[in-house]
C-alpha cells in the first residue's frame, strides 16, 4: 500500500504545480460538488435538483447521475478548499484502485506480484487518460471497485451466501459510483460467471451470481429506478447526440472535427498498445493455464469480448445488447482490459529469472506516458475559484443538454432572469415578495389587481408541485425554453412550489431497503 499510495502521488504531484487537469467532464463534476456542498448547508441532506444548473434555471442532474462521486467530492469540499479537492479525489480513487487489485491479486499470486499489479492497476494508462484528458472522476471511484467484482465472482461457487452478499454490495457500489461502468461491470461479470460455470461443470455460480446481481440492482434501486423512471422526462438521448454515439467513437475514427480525432488517436494508442501487451502476455501465459484455469480462462475470454467491442466490427452487439450503447465510448472498455493486463503481467513476471527487469520496464513506460500526458493536458487553476464564486453570486453555471426537461431549449434560457415576474410585458405591474427560495422549496406572495401569469426561474419539471393560496395549480409551459409558468387569479396570491416525492422515489427506497434487509438476513444466517 505504500508503493500504491507514492504512485498516486506522483500522478497527482503535478496538480500542486500547474492547477487541475481541466479535462472533458471537469466542470460537471465540480460544479456538482459545490452544489450539493451549498444544499447541505441548506438543509438538503440527499440533493436532487441542481439548483444553479442553467444559470439558476436547475435541472434534476442528482436523479439521473449516480451519486457517489458527487457525495464524496462534496464531503471533501467541505474540509479541503476546492482547488485542492479534484487531486484529493483522485488520489483516493487511485490508492483504492491499487487496494481492491492487491486483494484480488492475491488470491493467485504471492504478495510482490500482487503489490506490483496494484501500482500498475493504480496507474494504469487508462487510469492516467481519465486524470489528465478526461477527468471524469465517477468513472475513476467506479473503476476503484471492479478487481472487488471480479474477485468475488470468480470465487462466488465456493464462498455461498456470504459470496453472494459481497458481490452484491460491490455490484450496487458499482452502480452508485458511474452508471457506464455498471454496464461494463453487468456484462463482464454475466460471463465471468458464465466462463466459471462451464469450467466447474456446474450451474452453481451463475445461479449465485444472478442471486448477487439481483441483490445488487435491489441495493442500488434507491437511484437506478428514478433514474430509469424519470429519464422520459427529460431528454436524455442527448447522450447518444452526434459524436458521443459508439460507432464514431471505436479505434482510430476519422470525423470531420479535428479535436475529437485528435483525443480518440491518443487514446487509441494508449488501447493498442495495452492489446499489444495482453496478446504477449496471454501467450507466455498459455503454458500455465492448467495451474489457475479459475483465474486464466475467465479472464482471457472476457480479454477476447472487451478487445472485439474497440473495433467496428462490433457494431452489431452495441445495437444489439440492451443498454450498451449507453456506454457512448467502445474504449471505455479499456477499464477491463487494463485490470486483466495487472493480472496477466503479474503471472508472466513471477515466471520471469528477472521479474525486477519486467516491472521496470513496465513502469518507466507509464512514467513516460504519464509524462507524456501531462505536457498535452489543459491545465487551468481559475475553475476551481471561479464556480464556487458564481454560484454564491446567485449567476448559477451551464447546465448539461440531457438533463433538460422535455420542451426546454436550455440556451433558449435568459442567465439574468428575476427569480419570479409577470409572463407577459403588457401585463400590469405586481407586488412580488420573495419569502423563501431554496433548491427543494419556493415560498413568495404576489399581488395583482387582475388574473396573470407568474413565470419563475425555474424549468417545468413533474416532479415539481405548486399550490395558490393552499390549491394545487398545475404549471404550464413556456414555448421553447420551457420555463414554468404559474397563472394567478386576481388579488393576494400566496404561493407555495415544492419539490416533491415522486412515487418512482419511493418504490425504488423501499426495494433497496427491502434488498439491504434480504442479503443481511442472508449473511447472518450463513455466519449462524
Not at 70 to 79: I, R
Not at 218 to 232: D, I, M, N, V
Request: proline letters at 6%.
Amino acid at each position: 500500500m505504500l508503493f500504491v499510495a507514492l504512485a498516486a502521488t506522483a500522478v497527482v504531484a503535478p496538480f500542486a504545480l500547474l492547477g487541475n487537469a481541466s479535462g472533458h467532464d471537469f466542470e460537471f463534476h465540480l460544479s456538482s460538488w459545490v452544489e450539493v456542498a451549498r444544499q447541505w448547508h441548506g438543509g438538503v441532506l440527499y440533493p436532487r435538483w441542481a439548483e444553479w444548473a442553467n444559470y439558476g434555471f436547475g435541472e434534476p442532474r442528482f436523479i439521473f447521475y449516480p451519486p457517489l462521486s458527487w457525495l464524496l467530492g462534496a464531503a471533501l469540499g467541505l474540509v479541503l478548499p476546492w482547488r485542492m479537492v479534484p487531486a484529493a479525489l483522485i488520489w483516493l480513487a487511485l490508492v483504492g484502485a491499487g487496494a481492491s487489485m492487491f486483494r484480488l491479486a492475491r488470491e493467485w499470486l504471492p504478495a510482490g506480484s500482487a503489490a506490483a499489479a496494484a501500482v500498475f492497476f493504480a496507474v494504469n494508462p487508462y487510469h492516467l487518460v481519465i486524470v489528465y484528458d478526461r477527468s471524469d472522476f465517477a468513472e475513476l471511484l467506479a473503476s476503484a471497485l471492479l478487481p472487488l467484482a471480479v474477485l468475488f465472482a470468480l470465487k462466488l461457487s465456493k464462498q455461498g451466501a456470504r459470496g453472494v452478499s459481497s458481490l452484491a454490495v460491490v455490484f450496487a457500489l458499482i452502480w452508485l459510483a458511474n452508471a457506464p461502468v455498471g454496464v461494463i461491470a453487468t456484462y463482464s461479470l454475466v460471463l465471468l460467471l458464465g466462463v466459471v460455470s462451464l469450467i466447474e461443470r456446474s450451474p452453481r455460480a451463475l445461479l449465485r451470481g444472478a442471486g448477487a446481481l439481483t441483490g445488487g440492482f435491489g441495493l442500488a434501486a434507491f437511484y437506478l429506478l428514478p433514474a430509469a423512471w424519470e429519464r422520459s422526462w427529460v431528454q436524455i438521448h442527448q447522450v447518444l447526440a452526434q459524436e458521443l454515439r459508439p460507432e464514431v467513437n471505436f479505434l482510430f475514427t476519422r470525423v470531420n472535427d479535428p479535436e475529437f480525432v485528435r483525443f480518440n488517436w491518443k487514446v487509441s494508442c494508449v488501447a493498442l498498445a495495452v492489446l499489444l501487451v495482453l496478446a504477449l502476455a496471454t501467450v507466455i501465459t498459455h503454458r500455465i493455464r492448467r495451474r489457475v484455469p479459475g483465474l486464466w480462462w475467465p479472464l482471457v475470454v472476457w480479454e477476447a469480448f472487451a478487445a472485439f467491442l474497440l473495433f467496428p466490427a462490433s457494431g452489431l452487439l452495441w445495437r444489439m445488447l440492451p443498454q450498451l450503447r449507453f456506454l457512448q465510448f467502445p474504449w471505455r472498455w479499456l477499464l477491463a482490459l487494463c485490470l486483466i493486463a495487472a493480472i496477466l503481467l503479474a503471472l508472466v513476471a513471477e515466471r520471469a529469472k528477472r521479474p525486477w527487469l519486467i516491472w521496470t520496464v513496465v513502469f518507466l513506460s507509464l512514467a513516460g506516458a504519464g509524462a507524456a500526458m501531462v505536457r498535452d493536458a489543459w491545465w487551468d487553476s481559475e475553475d476551481a475559484q471561479n464556480l464556487p464564486a458564481a454560484i454564491q453570486s446567485g449567476k448559477g453555471y451551464e447546465g448539461t443538454d440531457e438533463y433538460a426537461p422535455v420542451g426546454c431549449d436550455r440556451t433558449a434560457l435568459p442567465e439574468n432572469s428575476p427569480r419570479a415576474a409577470l409572463a407577459a410585458d403588457g401585463q400590469e405591474r405586481a407586488r412580488i415578495h420573495i419569502e423563501r427560495w431554496t433548491a427543494e422549496k419556493k415560498l413568495l406572495s404576489v399581488d395583482v389587481l387582475h388574473p396573470a401569469t407568474l413565470a419563475l426561474k425555474l424549468v417545468n419539471y413533474p416532479a415539481w408541485h405548486a399550490e395558490v393560496n393552499g390549491q394545487p395549480v398545475p404549471f404550464e409551459s413556456k414555448p421553447q425554453t420551457g420555463q414554468a409558468l404559474l397563472p394567478l387569479p386576481a388579488g393576494h396570491n400566496e404561493i407555495a412550489v415544492m419539490f416533491g416525492q415522486t412515487t418512482d422515489r419511493t418504490l425504488g427506497g423501499i426495494l433497496s431497503l427491502i434488498s439491504a434487509l434480504a442479503l443481511a438476513t442472508v449473511r447472518l444466517r450463513h455466519r449462524g
